[in-house]
């Protein structure tokens, strides 16, 4: 089936620092959504993305949806203690009525203060 | 505002017991609702999807059964548990191509 390829995998980082994290794919998405999941909870939604191009922000996170359509980025800025968690990429696939999501692998960030 | 609600937030079962994890959503009409599982430290699993009353597609043959038997409630069901059935069951709720997701439930299956 279908991938995201998420890269890092694994990031540290000083409090303070910028982040850039990407995710890719063999195929087309007409739209790309950015999660960030915290320990024992659910993916909170960060950022939807609906046109080829689009940069849009969220407080100190900026996504951006590539130009090709196969691929997206996520930054943080000047990032804080609680950014920590796994960050998460998806793209919906039209099927039988409905949209399936394909996730990518995640970003684990971990913030040293 | 919409919600969705799962419950019990934690379980911890024997193996061979029966589960039912039940999720709603509040604030909205006829959502597609799914049920995902996330192993630890993994990635999200989808395991069943749903575009209606009484409509279930199943993506992984398991142990596990879906049913929604109202509008805005999703239930995951097994009959007999195994080891492996242990993970952190995640519900969402999708309407045009944005989807939402509960708090989850962390399952312990011993």
């Known amino acids: 089936g279908q ?49 080829a191009g689009e940069l849009t922000s969220n407080g100190r996170l900026t996504a951006q949806f590539g130009i090709t359509r196969k691929d997206s980025f996520l930054n943080i800025s000047a990032s804080i203690p609680s950014d920590v968690g796994i960050y998460f990429c998806a793209g919906p696939e039209r099927t039988s009525g409905t949209y399936k999501y394909i996730f990518g692998t995640g970003t684990r960030l971990k913030v040293l203060a | 505002s919409q919600t969705i609600h799962q419950w019990p937030a934690t379980l911890v079962q024997p193996v061979g017991s029966p589960l039912s994890l039940e999720c709603t959503v509040e604030g909205t009409s006829n959502p597609n609702l799914y049920w995902y599982r996330q192993a630890a430290g993994r990635g999200l699993q989808l395991l069943f999807y749903s575009v209606g009353i009484g409509q279930i597609s199943s993506e992984v043959p398991q142990n596990l059964s879906a049913s929604r038997p109202q509008d805005r409630q999703f239930i995951l069901s097994s009959k007999k548990l195994l080891l492996s059935d242990s993970g952190f069951y995640l519900c969402a709720w999708s309407v045009g191509m944005v989807q939402y997701f509960g708090p989850g439930t962390r399952l312990t299956v011993t």
Do not use: H, R
């Not at chain 1, 982040?19 to 999941?37: D, E, G, H, P, R």
């Open chain 1, 3 to 51: 991938q995201l390829n998420q890269s890092p995998q694994s990031m540290f980082i000083q409090e303070g620092e910028d982040v850039s994290m990407n995710c890719t794919s063999s195929s087309i998405f007409n739209t790309w959504l950015w999660y960030k999941q915290d320990p024992g909870e659910g993916p909170v939604l960060l950022i939807a993305l609906y046109k």
